[in-house]
Every structure is written in C-alpha cells, then in structure tokens.
C-alpha cells in the first residue's frame, strides 16, 4: 500500500471514487460531475489530493484546500475530504492519508490543518484526536447558504 499525491492521470479511477464519497453524504451518482469538479481542481491548482493505493488500485483520498490566517499572516490547509472504500476500511488507510496531509502541509511550512466533521461521526473524531486534532471549543461555525 501506497499514498502518493493524485496527477491528471489518476482522474478516470479517482472519480469513481469521489463519486461514491459523494454518494456516502447523499449525493446522487454523477460520474460526469465528479470527473469535472476534480479535474478542474487539478487543472487550476486548487487543491492538493492525495490518494491510497493497493494492488494499483486507488483505495482512498484525502483532499486538502489551501486557505490563510489574517491574524498569523500565514497559510493553512482545510482537510476537506478524506474517503476510504468500504472494502479497505479498518487496515489504515485513513491514517496513511492524513499522515501524509500533515507531512505536506508542514514541508509546505503551513500554520495547521482544520477540518469539520459531522458530530455523529464518533470513529472519525477518535481517529483525529489519537492524531493530534484538537477539537475547537472557542469558535462557533455558521454558514450563509447561497444554493
């Protein structure tokens, strides 16, 4: 098992699975919309996606937006994504991911990485506090929908 930052090249299979975390939150499938939002992220270089591999298949991702701190005049990461299939859950590979993310983001001199979560996502907030996140008690979270 590999992890290894995701190219142009990755986008056939990549979507397929982006599609099926899509689909995990409610979304409905749309392969052709999926292989869209992801190639334009590459083809701008909007985010940073990095991806799980065994037997060279793309098992995972993590997906990592780049955003700014005012106050520290400094950059940071939103951990925005991180999928694993069902088959390959439980074997690591959502450690494997995020360890990269955070080697990435520190080689990148970065301030942190932050991410949201559902509350009712208890596996996950394990996994992230046995990681070193620290959950915010000091800041609410609100959000303007616009569609």
């Known amino acids: ?27 409905s499938s749309n392969l052709s919309l999926s292989a869209a939002f ?9 985010s940073v996606i990095f991806i799980h591999i065994k037997d060279q298949k793309i098992t995972g ?13 400094s950059t940071y990461y939103i951990l925005d994504d991180v999928y694993v299939t069902p088959v ?15 080697l990435f983001a520190r080689h990148e ?5 932050s991410l949201e979560t559902q509350k009712s996502n208890y596996q996950s907030h ?8 620290v959950k915010d008690d000091e800041f609410q979270t ?3 929908f616009l569609k």
């Open 1 to 27: 098992m590999i992890v290894r930052r995701a190219t142009l090249e990755d986008l056939d299979q990549l979507a397929v699975l982006f599609d099926e975390y899509r689909q995990f939150y409610g979304a």
């Open 38 to 46: 992801l190639k334009q992220r590459f083809e701008n270089q909007e």
């Open 61 to 73: 991702f993590v997906l990592l937006y780049l955003g700014f701190s005012s106050v520290a005049c």
């Open 142 to 144: 609100y959000h303007c």
């Open 88 to 102: 390959f859950r439980r074997q690591g590979s959502a450690k494997q991911l995020i360890d990269t993310a955070i």
């Open 126 to 133: 394990q996994l992230y506090e046995k990681m070193g996140f």
């Open 109 to 113: 001199n970065a301030l942190r990485i």
